[in-house]
């Protein structure tokens, strides 16, 4: 853990911000190891009068949630933004982050209007610029989980668990690398037997994969819900039924080299409840494997959490439509 002090001099300069308490939160091997800590926090002491440092890796990033801070920064890819949010929910922190995507895929930054940008970062803080960020919620009968990208069974958890994909770790494009066991794992997968209603609407069946996505991108930067919207309130549901095995291997083998969008359309819902004995993944973990050891099978009950994160938004110098106002301490 490091800490820092600007000096009244670094504070008079650039745009004179309102003096800002700073947690930067940051994952120094994220991606391919480019995030350089002491540049920006040498940029941001110009900005900004304290700093608390936290090694996402090596420090208790949980217990530094709870210090006093205008702004968390995040930077790192989805699973560090990911972690960081999931704890923020569990604790009952709603300070507003910004995002400093240094992954691989991005699809949180990517579906959020977040550029790498850390002078725009604090512009549009200043200018209380900021995207609403819902999180999912899925509760069992053993416990519950947040997710920000996606929950599913079939191919990704399956994915997860593959042993091709740890032969990619050392991957020096984990997309790539994701993408080709995916076209592995497809052919192999069999249907199985899904309770599920949306929205009071029972769309029960056989199924290949079945996704809730709260982002337009998932893992290896798949584009399954093109038409997401964080701030919409809605979950959107993407269901590979038996029979459409084909239209999900053409989709697949197009995304390999262009990033392409699936034939088959989302649903959008607001209230899911699933009934299977299969394991699923929460974003990129797998669910605790206890609540599968007997092969029952369980009820998933998935909504969006009350309220939203507000993230800040770069892409915009005013604000747009349907984003939320200030949310800086006044």
Same mark, same amino acid.
């Given at each position: 853990?490091?800490?820092?002090?600007? /000096?009244?001099?670094?504070?008079?300069?650039?745009?004179?911000?309102?003096?800002?308490?700073?947690?930067?939160?940051?994952?120094?091997?994220?991606?391919? %190891?480019?995030?350089?800590?002491?540049?920006?926090?040498?940029?941001?002491?110009?900005? /900004?009068?304290? &700093?608390?440092?936290?090694?996402?890796?090596?420090?208790?990033?949980?217990?530094?949630?709870?210090?006093?801070?205008?702004?968390?920064?995040?930077?790192?890819?989805?699973?560090?933004?990911?972690?960081?949010?999931?704890?923020?929910?569990?604790?009952?922190?709603?300070?507003?982050?910004?995002?400093?995507?240094? %992954?691989?895929?991005?699809?949180?930054?990517?579906?959020?209007?977040?550029?790498?940008?850390?002078?725009?970062?604090?512009?549009?803080?200043?200018?209380? &610029?900021?995207?609403?960020?819902?999180? %999912?919620?899925?509760?069992?009968?053993?416990?519950?989980?947040?997710?920000?990208?996606?929950? %599913?069974?079939?191919?990704?958890?399956?994915?997860?668990?593959? #042993?091709?994909?740890?032969?990619?770790?050392?991957?020096?494009?984990?997309?790539?690398?994701?993408?080709?066991?995916?076209?592995?794992?497809?052919?192999?997968?069999?249907?199985?037997?899904?309770?599920?209603?949306?929205? /009071?609407?029972?769309?029960?069946?056989?199924?290949?994969?079945?996704?809730?996505?709260?982002?337009?991108?998932?893992?290896?930067?798949?584009?399954?819900?093109?038409?997401?919207?964080?701030?919409?309130?809605?979950?959107?549901?993407?269901?590979?039924?038996?029979?459409?095995?084909?239209?999900?291997?053409?989709?697949?083998?197009?995304?390999? /080299?262009?990033?392409?969008?699936?034939?088959?359309?989302?649903?959008?819902?607001?209230?899911?409840?699933?009934?299977?004995?299969?394991?699923?993944?929460?974003?990129?973990?797998?669910? #605790?494997?206890?609540?599968?050891?007997?092969?029952?099978?369980?009820?998933?009950?998935?909504?969006?959490?009350?309220?939203?994160?507000?993230?800040?938004?770069?892409?915009?110098?005013?604000?747009?439509?349907?984003?939320?106002?200030?949310?800086?301490?006044?």
């Amino acid at each position: 853990m490091r800490c820092y002090k600007a /000096s009244q001099e670094q504070n008079d300069k650039l745009y004179r911000l309102i003096k800002m308490d700073i947690t930067l939160l940051y994952n120094p091997t994220a991606g391919k %190891g480019e995030f350089d800590l002491d540049s920006t926090l040498a940029f941001l002491t110009n900005y /900004s009068a304290n &700093i608390l440092a936290i090694n996402t890796k090596e420090d208790d990033y949980r217990h530094a949630l709870n210090s006093p801070a205008d702004l968390l920064i995040i930077a790192g890819g989805d699973g560090t933004i990911e972690k960081i949010i999931r704890a923020m929910k569990k604790q009952g922190i709603t300070n507003p982050i910004a995002i400093l995507p240094f %992954g691989n895929a991005n699809n949180i930054a990517n579906g959020l209007c977040v550029e790498n940008n850390l002078a725009a970062t604090l512009k549009s803080w200043h200018k209380g &610029i900021f995207y609403p960020l819902s999180v %999912g919620k899925a509760t069992t009968p053993h416990t519950s989980y947040y997710f920000v990208e996606s929950i %599913g069974w079939g191919l990704f958890k399956n994915l997860l668990d593959s #042993d091709h994909l740890h032969q990619h770790n050392d991957d020096t494009n984990k997309i790539q690398a994701g993408k080709k066991v995916a076209l592995k794992e497809y052919s192999r997968l069999t249907p199985s037997n899904y309770e599920i209603t949306l929205d /009071s609407r029972d769309y029960s069946g056989h199924y290949l994969w079945v996704e809730i996505m709260n982002s337009k991108r998932m893992g290896p930067a798949l584009s399954l819900a093109p038409d997401a919207v964080s701030h919409d309130r809605f979950l959107d549901v993407f269901l590979v039924a038996a029979h459409e095995r084909k239209k999900l291997g053409n989709y697949l083998k197009s995304h390999y /080299s262009n990033y392409a969008t699936p034939e088959i359309e989302t649903i959008k819902a607001k209230e899911i409840f699933i009934k299977t004995s299969k394991q699923f993944h929460i974003d990129d973990e797998l669910s #605790d494997p206890i609540e599968h050891q007997k092969k029952d099978v369980i009820q998933a009950h998935i909504t969006l959490t009350e309220g939203t994160i507000p993230v800040v938004n770069t892409k915009f110098t005013s604000k747009p439509a349907k984003m939320i106002g200030d949310s800086r301490p006044k």
